[in-house]
């Protein structure tokens, strides 16, 4: 007999979200090898800067060789340490975090836990703010693996704040309540919202108005607010990124309640596009929580030498700034190539700012409004003509049908370019069975009314030969 948990079906891996990756994984493609497999655009990874990391690695060989001063840090490195986490690489880490928020905000070293990536980020802090049972409000659309991350082993609970593509799935006030009214009919105790600014799969930025409306939401029902924030960095055009730090710093919070009652999210996964190195982190002025999930962080550590390897990449100030002004570069060229070849198909995208993808409007390629025609179509795109893994906006908990996100930044430009290709010869297909199918249509109603006209001449008399 195993656990509950073990035998547990929550984690959301029957998701169209996960089962797009499986496609994938069964038949990949290649250029050479397998050039009509399938084009991976469901993966939020960022591999546009690789080239500038590597030609640091090479001019800093020592770094990777862990030598310093002329001697080895290796043993150093090697014997255990502790769930602190090294202090020269907390410490580049908040600069960092305080670059790409344009030093609007400061962090404090000492207010940081280091987890190892955003996921344990993230579940950790679920344990530190709910007890199973109770929940956090999100807004929708929103990442399909919170529902792992959030739910799956915290046993917390999810209530979704609906946002709608007529105001660019904005958060409204009245949305805010409307969740929080559903929480409480169904029973649950509301221990905070749960926010991604940059949003995934959105790829847009929270206004200032939002992050005031949210700020006086929560301390109107006293609770939590934990900002995701690990897209930060990949703010590529305007309006400029707003850390909800920098809101309530802006609206003079820092000795009230709420100033203990704000969490934020981080990694470097997105922003230096490092994702295998699982380096996320939790950062909060709240000491009790910081506490707790600074114990709770020795589940899941990040090793020395990654942080000895990334302290030494952060504390090259020159180097960072040229890397977050080309990648920010980088992103936005790729999205224009992304948006230009939809466009060519008739296929429009939500203005995004941000992130590694679009948020894509493809509700009149569905067959009716509703959840099984998305699931036809995204079907369709996957498997049977197209060949492309995009996440359908239903795994996102979109509350419209007709929306996916496509990612444009791990795969080559050659590549995006058969992609937008596939999807343009897609959608020339479609509509020539659509004009075939409207002039069958036309032709059997013509055919109805001709014969309808014979037969009132017929018996009216008219039409009558007579032998």
Same mark, same amino acid.
């Given at each position: 007999?195993?656990?509950?948990?073990?035998?547990?079906?929550?984690?959301?891996?029957?998701?169209?979200?996960?089962?797009?990756?499986?496609?994938?994984?069964?038949?990949?493609?290649?250029?050479?090898?397998?050039?009509?497999?399938?084009?991976? /655009?469901?993966?939020?990874?960022?591999? !546009?800067?690789?080239?500038?990391?590597?030609?640091?690695?090479?001019?800093?060989?020592?770094?990777?060789?862990?030598?310093?001063?002329?001697?080895? /840090?290796?043993?150093? =490195?090697?014997?255990?340490?502790?769930?602190?986490?090294?202090?020269?690489?907390?410490?580049?880490?908040? +600069?960092?975090?305080?670059?790409?928020?344009?030093?609007?905000?400061?962090?404090?070293?000492?207010?940081?836990?280091?987890?190892?990536?955003?996921? +344990?980020?993230?579940?950790?802090?679920?344990?530190?703010?709910?007890?199973?049972?109770?929940?956090?409000?999100?807004?929708?659309?929103?990442?399909?693996?919170?529902?792992?991350?959030?739910? *799956?082993?915290?046993?917390?609970?999810?209530?979704?704040?609906?946002?709608?593509?007529?105001?660019?799935?904005?958060?409204?006030?009245?949305? =805010?309540?409307?969740?929080?009214?559903?929480?409480?009919?169904?029973?649950?105790?509301?221990?905070?919202?749960?926010?991604?600014?940059?949003?995934?799969?959105?790829?847009?930025?929270?206004?200032?108005?939002?992050?005031?409306?949210?700020?006086?939401?929560?301390?109107?029902?006293?609770?939590?607010?934990?900002?995701?924030?690990?897209?930060?960095?990949?703010?590529?055009?305007?309006?400029?990124?707003? +850390?909800?730090?920098?809101?309530?710093?802006?609206?003079?919070?820092?000795?009230?309640?709420?100033?203990?009652?704000?969490?934020?999210?981080?990694?470097?996964?997105?922003?230096?596009?490092?994702?295998?190195?699982?380096i996320g982190m939790i950062y909060s002025?709240n000491e009790t929580l910081i506490a707790?999930?600074?114990?709770?962080?020795?589940?899941?550590?990040?090793?020395?030498?990654?942080?000895?390897?990334?302290?030494?990449?952060?504390?090259?100030?020159?180097?960072?700034?040229?890397?977050?002004?080309?990648?920010?570069?980088?992103?936005?060229?790729?999205?224009?190539? =992304?948006?230009?070849?939809?466009?060519?198909?008739?296929?429009?995208?939500?203005?995004?700012?941000?992130? !590694?993808?679009?948020?894509?409007?493809?509700?009149?390629?569905?067959?009716?409004?509703?959840?099984?025609?998305e699931m036809e179509l995204w079907r369709?795109?996957?498997?049977?003509?197209?060949?492309?893994?995009?996440?359908?906006?239903? +795994?996102?908990?979109?509350?419209?049908?007709? *929306?996916?996100?496509?990612?444009?930044?791990?795969?080559?430009?050659?590549?995006?370019?058969?992609? /937008?290709?596939?999807?343009?010869?897609?959608?020339?297909? /479609?509509?020539?069975?659509?004009?075939?199918?409207?002039?069958?249509?036309?032709?059997?109603?013509?055919?109805?009314?001709? =014969?309808?006209?014979?037969?009132?001449?017929?018996?009216?008399?008219?039409?009558?030969?007579?032998?």
């Amino acid at each position: 007999m195993l656990s509950k948990m073990a035998m547990c079906k929550s984690h959301g891996q029957d998701s169209s979200y996960f089962i797009g990756w499986q496609e994938y994984e069964k038949n990949p493609y290649h250029p050479i090898q397998n050039p009509s497999g399938i084009i991976q /655009m469901g993966l939020a990874e960022n591999q !546009l800067s690789f080239d500038l990391l590597e030609s640091w690695l090479t001019r800093n060989q020592d770094v990777i060789q862990f030598r310093e001063n002329g001697g080895s /840090m290796f043993r150093d =490195l090697a014997l255990f340490q502790d769930y602190h986490g090294l202090q020269a690489f907390k410490n580049v880490l908040v +600069s960092f975090m305080g670059e790409i928020r344009r030093r609007k905000v400061k962090f404090d070293p000492e207010k940081l836990v280091l987890t190892a990536g955003s996921t +344990s980020a993230n579940e950790t802090l679920i344990f530190c703010l709910a007890e199973p049972g109770e929940a956090l409000l999100l807004p929708t659309p929103y990442y399909p693996g919170f529902d792992r991350d959030l739910k *799956w082993r915290t046993g917390a609970e999810i209530v979704p704040i609906h946002c709608y593509s007529s105001n660019n799935f904005r958060i409204t006030e009245s949305a =805010l309540e409307d969740a929080y009214e559903e929480a409480q009919r169904l029973n649950l105790r509301v221990k905070g919202v749960f926010i991604t600014n940059p949003s995934n799969p959105l790829g847009t930025t929270m206004s200032r108005d939002e992050l005031n409306n949210l700020i006086t939401f929560a301390m109107a029902k006293n609770i939590h607010i934990v900002s995701d924030e690990i897209y930060a960095g990949t703010v590529f055009d305007s309006p400029k990124f707003i +850390s909800i730090m920098e809101a309530l710093i802006d609206r003079k919070h820092e000795k009230s309640k709420m100033w203990s009652q704000v969490h934020i999210v981080s990694s470097l996964s997105k922003d230096l596009g490092l994702p295998g190195f699982r380096i996320g982190m939790i950062y909060s002025n709240n000491e009790t929580l910081i506490a707790a999930a600074t114990k709770m962080s020795s589940f899941g550590l990040i090793s020395s030498q990654t942080q000895y390897l990334l302290s030494k990449i952060l504390g090259d100030k020159k180097f960072i700034k040229r890397y977050i002004k080309e990648n920010k570069k980088g992103l936005k060229k790729r999205r224009e190539m =992304l948006v230009s070849g939809l466009e060519n198909s008739g296929i429009e995208c939500l203005k995004s700012n941000a992130g !590694l993808f679009c948020f894509v409007d493809m509700r009149h390629l569905l067959n009716s409004n509703t959840f099984e025609a998305e699931m036809e179509l995204w079907r369709k795109i996957l498997l049977s003509d197209v060949g492309l893994n995009v996440s359908p906006g239903s +795994s996102c908990h979109c509350s419209e049908p007709g *929306w996916f996100r496509i990612c444009f930044a791990n795969i080559a430009e050659e590549t995006l370019d058969l992609a /937008m290709q596939r999807i343009n010869d897609f959608v020339s297909s /479609m509509n020539l069975q659509r004009r075939q199918l409207i002039a069958a249509a036309s032709a059997s109603s013509s055919r109805r009314r001709t =014969l309808a006209n014979w037969v009132v001449k017929l018996s009216s008399g008219e039409g009558k030969t007579y032998r």
